[in-house]
C-alpha cells in the first residue's frame, strides 16, 4: 500500500488569467496575455480569458468546491495588472480586495492560500517600457511584491514568486507563441536573467521587510531525451537541458549560468549578478507533465525540434507523452541541485478529450491513470530519500489553456462553455479519497470500483 504521512500538503494549482474572467473590472488593465490574444492566429479558435470561466463572478461557489476537494492548500496566481493596474504605483483598490478577500474565504473553510505573484501576466504598461528584456522590471516587480505581502503576508504561509520562467523566456520570449510574442535569442536571455533576478531580490527585500511566509519559486523541468543515437541528436539534446532544465536552476545551485550558454548571457549578466542569484530559498516547486525528446533540425531556429513521444507510448490530448517515471527522475536531479531544500511538485496533470455523458458524469479514466501513476513516482522518490513534501494537481476546472485555447481540459472539475457550469469528475472523487485518506486509491474511481469499499 502506497500511504503518505498525515502532514504531506495535497493541493490544486489554478492561474490568474486562466480562470478570472473580469477583464476590465475594479480598474484592472491589461497585461501582456490580453494584448496577445487579440492578435490574429494567436491562439485557437480567437479564444481569450476575457470571461474564462467567470471565477471571480463565482468566487464563493468556487471556494467551496476546493473546500470540498478537502485539499489542505490552493495555490492560485494574483494579476499584477488587478493590483496594480499600470504595474506600478497606483493601486487598485477593487483588485488588491478581490484576493484580500479570496485569502480569508479559503481560511475560513480550512485551506491554506498559496499565492503566487507571477504567472506570465505581465502589465502591458511595462511590456512598453522592455518587459523583462529591460533590467528596470527587475525593481518595479520587487515594488509589486512587497505592496502584495503588506496586505497578504500575516495570512499566508507560502508564497511562490513566480511561475516557470524558463517557460515564459523560451516560448514568449524566444519562441513567440506566448505572450508577449517576442522571437528573439538575445530577448530569451534577457527575460530569463532578468526574471531570476527580481526572484532573488524580492527574495531579500522581503525578508528585509520581516515577512514571515516562507518564500520559494516554481519551475517546469523536463527530463530531455534525444530522439536517436546519432550524434547531432545527442547535441539536440544537451542543448535543450541546458536552455530549458539547467538555466531555469542556475540561480539557485551557484549562480552561474551551463557553460553552453554563457556567451549567450553574458550580455545582460552585470557585475554582482552572480552573486545576488545565490539567494537561497526556502522551498522549491516542481511542474512536469511529461518528458521532452528532441531532434536536431538545423532549420530551426534554434537547431532542434521536438518530436513527440516514441513508438508505443501513450500520449495525451496535448500529444505528450505519459511518462510517470520522469517524475521521479526529475526529482532526483532538484534534490542534487538543490540539496536541503524542501520540494512540492506544484503542478503536474493531463489533458483528455472527455465530455459528460448521458447520466452527467464526466467518466475521465485515464486521467485518474494519470495521476495515480505519477503520484506513485512521487511516494517512490520519497522512499529512495527525496524530501518532498506536498503534490499540487493542474488544474481544478478546465481553463483558458493559453495559446490552445479553451480546447484542451485539464481540471478535476467539467466547465461546460456554455453557462460554465461546474461538474466534478470521476478524478475529482478519486483526488478526494486520496486526500482524505493518504492512501492511493489502486482503483479508477467508478462507483463500481468503490462499492462496498
Same mark, same amino acid.
Given at each position: 500500500?502506497?500511504?503518505?504521512?498525515?502532514?504531506?500538503?495535497?493541493?490544486?494549482?489554478?492561474?490568474?488569467?486562466?480562470?478570472?474572467?473580469?477583464?476590465?473590472?475594479?480598474?484592472?488593465?491589461?497585461?501582456?496575455?490580453?494584448?496577445?490574444?487579440?492578435?490574429?492566429?494567436?491562439?485557437?479558435?480567437?479564444?481569450?480569458?476575457?470571461?474564462?470561466?467567470?471565477?471571480?463572478?463565482?468566487?464563493?461557489?468556487?471556494?467551496?468546491?476546493?473546500?470540498?476537494?478537502?485539499?489542505?492548500?490552493?495555490?492560485?496566481?494574483?494579476?499584477?495588472?488587478?493590483?496594480?493596474?499600470? $504595474?506600478?504605483?497606483?493601486?487598485?483598490?477593487? $483588485?488588491?480586495?478581490?484576493?484580500?478577500?479570496?485569502?480569508?474565504?479559503?481560511?475560513?473553510?480550512?485551506?491554506?492560500?498559496?499565492?503566487?505573484?507571477?504567472?506570465?501576466?505581465?502589465?502591458?504598461?511595462?511590456?512598453?517600457?522592455?518587459?523583462?528584456?529591460?533590467?528596470?522590471?527587475?525593481?518595479?516587480?520587487?515594488?509589486?511584491?512587497?505592496?502584495?505581502?503588506?496586505?497578504?503576508?500575516?495570512?499566508?504561509?507560502?508564497?511562490?514568486?513566480?511561475?516557470?520562467?524558463?517557460?515564459?523566456?523560451?516560448?514568449?520570449?524566444?519562441? $513567440?507563441?506566448?505572450?508577449?510574442?517576442?522571437?528573439?535569442?538575445?530577448?530569451?536571455?534577457?527575460?530569463?536573467?532578468?526574471?531570476?533576478?527580481?526572484?532573488?531580490?524580492?527574495?531579500?527585500?522581503?525578508?528585509?521587510?520581516?515577512?514571515?511566509?516562507?518564500?520559494?519559486?516554481?519551475?517546469?523541468?523536463?527530463?530531455?531525451?534525444?530522439?536517436?543515437?546519432?550524434?547531432?541528436?545527442?547535441?539536440?539534446?544537451?542543448?535543450?537541458?541546458?536552455?530549458?532544465?539547467?538555466?531555469?536552476?542556475?540561480?539557485?545551485?551557484?549562480?552561474?549560468?551551463?557553460?553552453?550558454?554563457?556567451?549567450?548571457?553574458?550580455? !545582460?549578466?552585470?557585475?554582482?549578478?552572480?552573486?545576488?542569484?545565490?539567494?537561497?530559498?526556502?522551498?522549491?516547486?516542481?511542474?512536469?507533465?511529461?518528458?521532452?525528446?528532441?531532434?536536431?533540425?538545423?532549420?530551426?531556429?534554434?537547431?532542434?525540434?521536438?518530436?513527440?513521444?516514441?513508438?508505443?507510448?501513450?500520449?495525451?490530448?496535448? $500529444?505528450?507523452?505519459?511518462?510517470?517515471?520522469?517524475?521521479?527522475?526529475?526529482?532526483?536531479?532538484?534534490?542534487?541541485?538543490?540539496?536541503?531544500?524542501?520540494?512540492? !511538485?506544484?503542478?503536474?496533470?493531463?489533458?483528455?478529450?472527455?465530455?459528460?455523458?448521458?447520466?452527467?458524469?464526466?467518466?475521465?479514466?485515464?486521467?485518474?491513470?494519470?495521476?495515480?501513476?505519477?503520484?506513485?513516482?512521487?511516494?517512490?522518490?520519497?522512499?529512495?530519500?527525496?524530501?518532498?513534501?506536498?503534490?499540487?494537481?493542474?488544474?481544478?476546472?478546465?481553463?483558458?489553456?493559453?495559446?490552445?485555447?479553451?480546447?484542451?481540459?485539464?481540471?478535476?472539475?467539467?466547465?461546460?462553455?456554455?453557462?460554465?457550469?461546474?461538474?466534478?469528475?470521476?478524478?475529482?472523487?478519486?483526488?478526494?479519497?486520496? !486526500?482524505?485518506?493518504?492512501?492511493?486509491?489502486?482503483?479508477?474511481?467508478?462507483?463500481?470500483?468503490?462499492?462496498?469499499?
Amino acid at each position: 500500500m502506497v500511504e503518505f504521512p498525515s502532514e504531506f500538503v495535497w493541493g490544486v494549482s489554478t492561474s490568474a488569467y486562466q480562470i478570472e474572467g473580469a477583464a476590465t473590472a475594479g480598474g484592472k488593465r491589461p497585461s501582456i496575455w490580453d494584448a496577445f490574444v487579440r492578435r490574429r492566429g494567436a491562439v485557437a479558435d480567437g479564444a481569450t480569458g476575457d470571461v474564462a470561466i467567470d471565477h471571480l463572478a463565482r468566487l464563493d461557489e468556487d471556494v467551496a468546491l476546493i473546500a470540498g476537494l478537502g485539499v489542505r492548500a490552493y495555490r492560485f496566481s494574483i494579476a499584477w495588472s488587478r493590483w496594480f493596474p499600470d $504595474g506600478d504605483r497606483r493601486v487598485a483598490p477593487a $483588485g488588491r480586495d478581490v484576493y484580500d478577500r479570496l485569502v480569508d474565504r479559503l481560511l475560513e473553510h480550512g485551506v491554506a492560500p498559496w499565492p503566487c505573484l507571477y504567472h506570465w501576466d505581465l502589465p502591458a504598461a511595462l511590456q512598453q517600457r522592455g518587459g523583462w528584456t529591460a533590467r528596470d522590471t527587475v525593481d518595479r516587480f520587487a515594488d509589486y511584491a512587497a505592496a502584495v505581502l503588506d496586505v497578504l503576508g500575516d495570512r499566508v504561509g507560502h508564497v511562490a514568486l513566480r511561475n516557470e520562467p524558463n517557460v515564459h523566456a523560451v516560448l514568449g520570449h524566444l519562441l $513567440g507563441v506566448h505572450a508577449p510574442g517576442t522571437v528573439d535569442v538575445g530577448a530569451f536571455a534577457a527575460a530569463a536573467h532578468h526574471q531570476h533576478l527580481a526572484t532573488a531580490r524580492v527574495l531579500a527585500r522581503l525578508r528585509g521587510d520581516g515577512v514571515r511566509a516562507r518564500l520559494g519559486t516554481v519551475l517546469n523541468l523536463q527530463p530531455v531525451d534525444p530522439a536517436s543515437d546519432a550524434p547531432e541528436d545527442a547535441a539536440a539534446a544537451r542543448l535543450l537541458d541546458a536552455a530549458w532544465n539547467a538555466q531555469a536552476l542556475a540561480p539557485w545551485s551557484g549562480g552561474r549560468y551551463p557553460e553552453d550558454l554563457a556567451a549567450l548571457f553574458a550580455p !545582460v549578466v552585470r557585475d554582482g549578478d552572480e552573486q545576488e542569484l545565490r539567494a537561497p530559498l526556502d522551498w522549491i516547486g516542481l511542474n512536469l507533465y511529461t518528458r521532452h525528446r528532441v531532434a536536431a533540425d538545423p532549420k530551426s531556429l534554434i537547431g532542434l525540434r521536438l518530436v513527440g513521444a516514441g513508438p508505443d507510448v501513450a500520449t495525451t490530448a496535448m $500529444g505528450w507523452a505519459v511518462a510517470p517515471d520522469a517524475l521521479r527522475e526529475q526529482l532526483h536531479r532538484l534534490a542534487r541541485s538543490l540539496p536541503g531544500v524542501p520540494i512540492y !511538485v506544484t503542478e503536474n496533470g493531463a489533458a483528455f478529450e472527455e465530455a459528460p455523458g448521458l447520466d452527467g458524469v464526466v467518466d475521465d479514466r485515464p486521467r485518474v491513470r494519470y495521476l495515480r501513476d505519477h503520484v506513485a513516482s512521487v511516494a517512490r522518490a520519497r522512499a529512495e530519500g527525496v524530501d518532498v513534501r506536498g503534490y499540487f494537481v493542474w488544474t481544478l476546472w478546465d481553463d483558458f489553456e493559453w495559446a490552445d485555447g479553451y480546447g484542451p481540459t485539464f481540471g478535476l472539475v467539467h466547465v461546460d462553455r456554455r453557462d460554465l457550469t461546474r461538474t466534478p469528475e470521476r478524478s475529482f472523487d478519486w483526488y478526494r479519497r486520496l !486526500v482524505a485518506t493518504g492512501r492511493l486509491p489502486t482503483d479508477e474511481g467508478g462507483p463500481e470500483d468503490t462499492a462496498g469499499a
